[in-house]
Nanobody, 129 residues
Framework: EVQLQASGGGLVQTGGSLRLSCAASGFSFDDYAIGWFRQAPGKEREGFSCISSDDESTVYADSVTGRFTLSSDIAKHTVYLQMDSLKPEDTATYYC??????????????????????WGHGTQVTVSS
Protein backbone atom coordinates (compact mmCIF):
# COMPACT_ATOMS: atom_id res chain seq x y z
CA GLU A 1 0.00 0.00 0.00
CA VAL A 2 1.37 3.40 -1.01
CA GLN A 3 1.61 5.81 1.89
CA LEU A 4 2.90 9.34 2.20
CA GLN A 5 2.81 10.82 5.65
CA ALA A 6 3.55 14.49 6.17
CA SER A 7 4.32 15.57 9.71
CA GLY A 8 6.00 18.31 11.69
CA GLY A 9 3.49 21.11 11.34
CA GLY A 10 2.60 23.42 14.16
CA LEU A 11 2.25 26.99 15.36
CA VAL A 12 5.23 29.30 15.02
CA GLN A 13 5.82 33.03 15.20
CA THR A 14 6.80 35.17 12.23
CA GLY A 15 10.45 34.65 11.49
CA GLY A 16 10.50 31.24 13.07
CA SER A 17 11.32 27.84 11.62
CA LEU A 18 9.74 24.46 11.22
CA ARG A 19 10.90 21.22 9.66
CA LEU A 20 8.35 19.07 7.93
CA SER A 21 8.90 15.44 7.08
CA CYS A 22 7.37 13.29 4.37
CA ALA A 23 7.74 9.58 5.03
CA ALA A 24 7.09 7.37 2.01
CA SER A 25 6.34 3.67 1.77
CA GLY A 26 4.83 1.18 -0.64
CA PHE A 27 6.71 2.26 -3.76
CA SER A 28 10.26 2.45 -5.09
CA PHE A 29 11.42 5.69 -3.54
CA ASP A 30 14.38 6.09 -5.93
CA ASP A 31 12.03 6.22 -8.93
CA TYR A 32 9.98 9.15 -7.69
CA ALA A 33 10.18 12.85 -7.06
CA ILE A 34 8.59 14.22 -3.93
CA GLY A 35 6.73 17.47 -4.25
CA TRP A 36 5.36 19.81 -1.63
CA PHE A 37 2.11 21.66 -1.93
CA ARG A 38 0.13 23.86 0.35
CA GLN A 39 -3.38 25.16 0.53
CA ALA A 40 -4.63 28.05 2.60
CA PRO A 41 -8.33 28.51 3.38
CA GLY A 42 -10.13 30.05 0.42
CA LYS A 43 -7.10 29.73 -1.84
CA GLU A 44 -6.02 27.33 -4.54
CA ARG A 45 -3.48 24.62 -3.86
CA GLU A 46 0.04 25.84 -4.56
CA GLY A 47 2.97 23.67 -5.51
CA PHE A 48 6.14 25.25 -4.26
CA SER A 49 8.98 22.73 -4.13
CA CYS A 50 10.13 19.31 -5.24
CA ILE A 51 13.12 17.01 -5.02
CA SER A 52 14.09 14.19 -7.33
CA SER A 53 15.10 11.15 -5.31
CA ASP A 54 17.57 9.88 -7.90
CA ASP A 55 19.88 12.89 -8.01
CA GLU A 56 18.43 15.07 -5.24
CA SER A 57 17.97 17.98 -7.61
CA THR A 58 15.47 20.51 -6.34
CA VAL A 59 13.05 23.10 -7.64
CA TYR A 60 11.61 25.98 -5.65
CA ALA A 61 8.90 28.49 -6.40
CA ASP A 62 9.79 32.16 -6.04
CA SER A 63 7.55 32.40 -2.98
CA VAL A 64 9.85 30.14 -0.94
CA THR A 65 13.26 30.46 -2.61
CA GLY A 66 15.92 31.33 -0.08
CA ARG A 67 13.70 30.40 2.87
CA PHE A 68 12.77 26.75 2.33
CA THR A 69 15.22 23.90 1.77
CA LEU A 70 14.54 20.33 0.74
CA SER A 71 16.66 17.32 1.58
CA SER A 72 16.15 13.60 1.45
CA ASP A 73 17.24 10.51 3.33
CA ILE A 74 16.96 7.70 0.82
CA ALA A 75 17.64 5.02 3.41
CA LYS A 76 14.68 6.23 5.47
CA HIS A 77 12.51 7.00 2.42
CA THR A 78 11.93 10.41 3.91
CA VAL A 79 12.08 13.93 2.54
CA TYR A 80 12.59 16.91 4.83
CA LEU A 81 11.37 20.44 4.24
CA GLN A 82 13.24 22.98 6.33
CA MET A 83 11.23 26.19 6.50
CA ASP A 84 12.95 29.30 7.81
CA SER A 85 11.96 32.95 8.03
CA LEU A 86 8.34 31.96 8.09
CA LYS A 87 5.70 34.55 7.29
CA PRO A 88 1.98 34.69 8.08
CA GLU A 89 1.28 34.08 4.39
CA ASP A 90 2.95 30.67 4.75
CA THR A 91 0.00 29.57 6.89
CA ALA A 92 -1.63 26.61 5.14
CA THR A 93 -2.10 22.89 5.16
CA TYR A 94 1.02 21.32 3.70
CA TYR A 95 0.97 18.16 1.61
CA CYS A 96 3.61 15.97 0.09
CA UNK A 97 3.10 13.96 -3.07
CA UNK A 98 5.07 11.53 -5.24
CA UNK A 99 5.61 11.65 -9.00
CA UNK A 100 7.16 8.85 -11.05
CA UNK A 101 10.43 9.72 -12.80
CA UNK A 102 11.33 7.73 -15.89
CA UNK A 103 14.85 6.28 -15.72
CA UNK A 104 17.35 8.67 -17.24
CA UNK A 105 14.82 11.47 -17.66
CA UNK A 106 16.76 14.72 -17.21
CA UNK A 107 13.63 16.83 -16.82
CA UNK A 108 13.57 18.61 -13.46
CA UNK A 109 10.80 17.63 -11.09
CA UNK A 110 7.71 19.77 -11.37
CA UNK A 111 5.40 21.55 -8.96
CA UNK A 112 2.12 21.11 -10.78
CA UNK A 113 -0.42 18.88 -9.07
CA UNK A 114 -1.29 16.95 -12.23
CA UNK A 115 2.26 15.62 -12.35
CA UNK A 116 1.82 13.68 -9.11
CA UNK A 117 0.57 10.15 -8.68
CA UNK A 118 0.29 9.72 -4.94
CA TRP A 119 -0.74 12.12 -2.22
CA GLY A 120 -0.51 12.12 1.54
CA HIS A 121 -2.60 13.73 4.20
CA GLY A 122 -1.63 17.23 5.13
CA THR A 123 -0.04 18.81 8.15
CA GLN A 124 -1.10 22.24 9.36
CA VAL A 125 1.37 25.10 9.55
CA THR A 126 0.26 28.29 11.24
CA VAL A 127 2.48 31.36 11.39
CA SER A 128 1.35 34.02 13.81
CA SER A 129 2.10 37.69 13.25
Amino acid sequence: EVQLQASGGGLVQTGGSLRLSCAASGFSFDDYAIGWFRQAPGKEREGFSCISSDDESTVYADSVTGRFTLSSDIAKHTVYLQMDSLKPEDTATYYCAAAYIAYGDPTPCGIEAYQYDYWGHGTQVTVSS
